[in-house]
């Protein structure tokens, strides 16, 4: 494959229209963000999903950019057990127990601290990633598998999941508008998703600029804010459960939404 051949062009994923200088100075070359007159802030070439699988898996990029120090881990750690509190909080408190699909699973590690009532299926498109987590939920009565999530959603079959966890995915995904309407298919009706993402509008971007832990190039390729998130669920027929100023702090550099599926009446 030529270098050219790696790289697919895409369209806003919040309005579908085509960008022409509109970058942001937030870039790391080859890769550039732009700001689309809808307001949603993305890249607007990204690696195919070919080569994420391999080259891009999201941990080893993860691993390789930074000298982690005793401090910094000592924090990252601390900080891991609220997060991993704040999603089994959303879990316990929204979803029946019963099977969950979690898209971008990781290596599964987040259902260590997860009761057993819940049976994890997972999608992830490293494939480092799908495969230690098919071992891990495979114990549990579930599955993982890698593939982008827009060609295995319907796999799972119709009103399958009484939830689905999408925690530091959708910045992830090419297509989160397609992964969102397409998600409906496979939840029953009274499922919820869980969804965090960096928060675009945190105080600590505007601060840090190229150097926000919110970019990561080139595999953070969608930048969402309460705004943009929020047209996005309700562009996509869900209706917003949980969505308030606590959960979308300008202090925080992510922000948590909870929403169901809109019946069709
Ligand atoms: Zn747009």
Not at 30 to 44: G, I, R
Not at 105 to 124: H, L, M, Q, T
Request: proline share 5%; with cysteine; hydrophobic share 35%.
């Amino acid at each position: 494959m030529t270098e050219k051949s790696k790289i697919k062009k895409r369209l806003c994923p919040l309005c579908s229209k085509s960008i022409n200088n509109n970058n942001l100075n937030y870039y790391s070359k080859p890769w550039t963000l732009v700001k689309c007159d809808c307001s949603f802030v993305y890249m607007p070439e990204v690696p195919v999903y070919e080569r994420m699988k391999k080259e891009f898996s999201w941990e080893r990029n993860f691993d390789e950019r930074e000298v982690i120090t005793t401090k910094k881990r000592v924090r990252r750690f601390i900080k891991g057990i609220l997060k991993r509190d704040k999603l089994k909080y959303l879990l316990n408190k929204f979803c029946k127990k019963g099977e969950i699909l979690d898209i971008g699973c990781g290596s599964g590690a987040k259902f260590n601290n997860i009761s057993n009532e819940y049976i994890p299926y997972g999608i992830d498109i490293s494939e480092k990633s799908a495969k230690e987590a098919d071992k891990v939920f495979k114990k549990r009565g579930g599955e993982a598998v890698c593939a982008p999530s827009t060609e295995v959603l319907d796999r799972f079959g119709e009103n399958k999941f009484s939830g689905a966890i999408l925690r530091a995915y959708l910045e992830h995904e090419h297509d989160p508008f397609e992964v969102l309407k397409n998600l409906k298919f496979t939840l029953k009706p009274d499922a919820y998703a869980i969804i965090k993402v960096p928060n675009y509008n945190s105080v600590n971007r505007r601060v840090r600029g190229n150097k926000w832990c919110g970019f990561r190039f080139p595999d953070h390729v969608n930048q969402f804010t309460p705004k943009t998130l929020l047209t996005m669920v309700s562009n996509a027929n869900y209706e917003v459960v949980k969505f308030n100023f606590f959960d979308y702090l300008p202090t925080s550099d992510n922000m948590w939404m909870v929403i169901k599926p809109k019946q069709d009446l």
